[in-house]
């Protein structure tokens, strides 16, 4: 079992920045990648950026050179480091870890924190 939980979130203006963190909890050695995930009011939960267990990185296209995902495996820990931030960037923002393989993956999601940028 993996236990995961956010901080960081907060009401920042546009072009501002903020830097949210997950640590995890319990079984973290079995954690292979780490996420972070957004939902914004009325839409579906999205990909933000993912670290795999090789440390290599991916981001969505609305985010990519603005935000910065980093990872510390020894400790469970993953942050987001969001700059020039936007309205659009307004969202419950959910970490994410996946452990294990096949029949034996379990994903796992943190309770989510609140993100929202003012115009």
Do not use: H
């Amino acid at each position: 079992q993996v236990q995961l939980v956010e901080s960081g979130g907060g009401l920042v203006q546009a072009g501002g920045s903020l830097r949210l963190s997950c640590v995890a909890s319990g079984s973290i050695s079995s954690i292979n990648a780490m996420a972070w995930y957004r939902q914004a009011p009325g839409k579906q939960r999205e990909l933000v950026a993912e670290v795999s267990g090789g440390s290599s990185t991916n981001y969505a296209a609305s985010v990519k050179g603005r935000f910065t995902i980093s990872r510390d495996t020894a400790k469970g820990t993953v942050d987001l480091q969001m700059n020039s931030l936007k309205p659009e960037d307004t969202a419950v923002y959910y970490c994410y870890a996946v452990a294990g393989s096949g029949p034996f993956r379990y994903d796992y999601w943190g309770q989510g924190t609140q993100v929202t940028v003012s115009s």
